[in-house]
C-alpha cells in the first residue's frame, strides 16, 4: 500500500463508522462486513473478494489504537483526498492540492509549486521520516525500527530438604542462558553497526500470502528474527549478539512447594533485546523424604507406637511435631491398631498460609521379652478372656460367601 493510497482511502466510511466510533464498534462493523463479503461465502465473486480485502486493510488500521492515530493524525495533516492546509503566510491562506508523490520523494527538492514554503515543496527528501513508523512497515524506507525481543525462558532445578520444602526456603541457583553479547553489546558486529536486514526491513518477520486475503507471520530466516545483520560479524557471537552467560541468583522457594512441583518465576529469565522484557525462569522443585515425617497434600504424617496397654486401657501419647514442640492426644480406650488421629495446624503450609493437620496412626508394639511379672499378669488376661475368639466373625463372613 503506497502512501498515497493510505492518505487518500476513507477506512471510516470503508466500514462504515463515524470517526469517533469506539473501538467496539469497529471490531462489531469490521465482523459484520467480513462475514458478508468472506471469500468463502462468495465463491468467484472477485467484487467480494477486493471488498473483503479492503474491509481487512481498513481493519488493520483503525482496530489498531496506535495506527488509528497515526492515520488520523495523517489525515488531518492532508486534509480530505490529499488536500494540503497551507498556512497563512502560504500564499492564498486556504487549501489546494499538489502531488503526493512530490511530497514523499518523488519529485526534486523545491518542486510541486514553488519555493519553499510556497506550494508544497522543499521539504527535501519529503515527509517520509514523520510517517515511517506508519508506512514502513513492509517494505523498505526511513523510519524502520527494529523491533523488541523478549528474552528467552529458562528451566532450572533444585533440591530441597523436606523441612525447607514444608516451611519454605531461599536457595541459591547458578543458570546459564543466552544475554547480550559484552563484546559487541549485543550488536553482534564487531565496530557496533548493524544493518537493517533488507528483506524484513528489520522487523524480524516477514508475511506469505495463504489465499483468501490472509497471510502468515514467520522469523525471518536471513537474520533469525533480528531484524539485524551484522556487516562484520563479532568473533564472540559469531553475529549473533547473544552469548552464553551465567549467574547466580537468590530464588525464594515459597512455603508448601510439594515434590516434581514447577514454579514460575515471571521476569527471571534470559534479558531481552534491545529493550524487550526479560524471558521466564521455571523452577523443578525436588524434595528429600524425613526419616520420621512423610506428607499428604497439605497434611503431615506420623507413626506413633504404643503399647497394648494404652491401646486397650487409652491414656495421653506424646507425638512429636515437625520443627515444633511435641502435642499431647487422648487416645480412647480400645483404640485398634492402624487408627488415625488428628492433630489439626501442624502440617504444611497452605497456598492462604493457613496450615494443614497433621495425621497420627497409631502402631500397637508388641513386646519381643516379657518379665515373669508381665508373663503371669498376660496369662491370667488369658485365662479371663478364653471364651472370647476374634475370628469367629470372620469364619461366619466366610461360610455365608
Known amino acids: 500500500m503506497s502512501t498515497k493510497d493510505f492518505v487518500e482511502k476513507d477506512y471510516y466510511k470503508v466500514l462504515g463508522v463515524p470517526k469517533d466510533a469506539t473501538e467496539a464498534e469497529i471490531k462489531k462493523a469490521y465482523r459484520k462486513l467480513a462475514r458478508e463479503f468472506h471469500p468463502d461465502a462468495n465463491k468467484g465473486d472477485v467484487k467480494a473478494e477486493e471488498r473483503f480485502k479492503e474491509i481487512s486493510e481498513a481493519n488493520d488500521v483503525l482496530g ?64 517520509g521520516d514523520v510517517f515511517g513508523g506508519l508506512f514502513n512497515r513492509g517494505g523498505a524506507g526511513t523510519g524502520t525500527r527494529t523491533q523488541p525481543r523478549r528474552g528467552q525462558d529458562i528451566e532450572s532445578e533444585v533440591t530441597l530438604s523436606f523441612t525447607e520444602a514444608v516451611d519454605g526456603a531461599t536457595v541459591p541457583l547458578r543458570m546459564s542462558s543466552q544475554a547480550p553479547c559484552k563484546a559487541c553489546s549485543g550488536t553482534g558486529d564487531k565496530n557496533g553497526s548493524p544493518r537493517v536486514c533488507p528483506t ?139 487408627r488415625t488421629m488428628r492433630a489439626r495446624g501442624k502440617g504444611a503450609v497452605r497456598k492462604d498460609g493457613t496450615r494443614g493437620d497433621l495425621l497420627v496412626t497409631v502402631e500397637v508394639v508388641v513386646p519381643k521379652d516379657l518379665g515373669a511379672e508381665a508373663r503371669d499378669a498376660l496369662e491370667s488376661y488369658r485365662k479371663a478372656t478364653a471364651g472370647e475368639n476374634p475370628r469367629d466373625e470372620l469364619f461366619q463372613a466366610a461360610k455365608g460367601a
Request: proline share 8%.
Open 64 to 127: 489498531d489504537p496506535k495506527r488509528r492515530k497515526e492515520y488520523d493524525e495523517a489525515r488531518s495533516l492532508f486534509g480530505n483526498g490529499g488536500g494540503f492546509r497551507a498556512g497563512p503566510g502560504a500564499g492564498g491562506g486556504g487549501s489546494f492540492n499538489f502531488d503526493l508523490g512530490d511530497l514523499f520523494g518523488g519529485g526534486p527538492q523545491g518542486g510541486g509549486g514553488g519555493p519553499q514554503g510556497q506550494g508544497g515543496g522543499g521539504f527535501g527528501g519529503g515527509l
Open 200 to 338: 524484513c526491513v528489520g522487523t524480524g518477520q516477514v508475511s506469505r500470502g495463504t489465499g483468501g486475503g490472509f497471510s502468515l507471520t514467520d522469523p525471518c530466516v536471513d537474520c533469525k528474527g533480528r531484524g539485524l545483520i551484522a556487516q562484520d560479524p563479532c568473533e564472540v557471537c559469531k553475529g549473533s549478539g547473544r552469548a552464553k552467560s551465567s549467574r547466580t541468583m537468590q530464588v525464594r522457594i515459597p512455603a508448601g512447594v510439594s515434590d516434581s512441583q514447577r514454579i514460575r518465576l515471571r521476569g527471571k529469565g534470559a534479558p531481552g533485546e534491545r529493550g524487550g522484557p526479560a524471558g521466564d525462569l521455571y523452577v523443578v522443585v525436588h524434595v528429600g523424604s524425613h526419616p520420621v515425617f512423610g506428607r499428604r497434600d497439605d497434611n503431615l504424617t506420623v507413626t506413633v507406637p504404643v503399647t497394648f496397654v494404652e491401646a486397650t486401657l487409652g491414656g495421653e501419647v506424646k507425638v512429636p511435631t515437625l520443627g515444633g514442640p511435641p502435642v499431647t492426644l487422648k487416645l480412647p480406650a480400645g483404640t485398634p491398631n492402624g
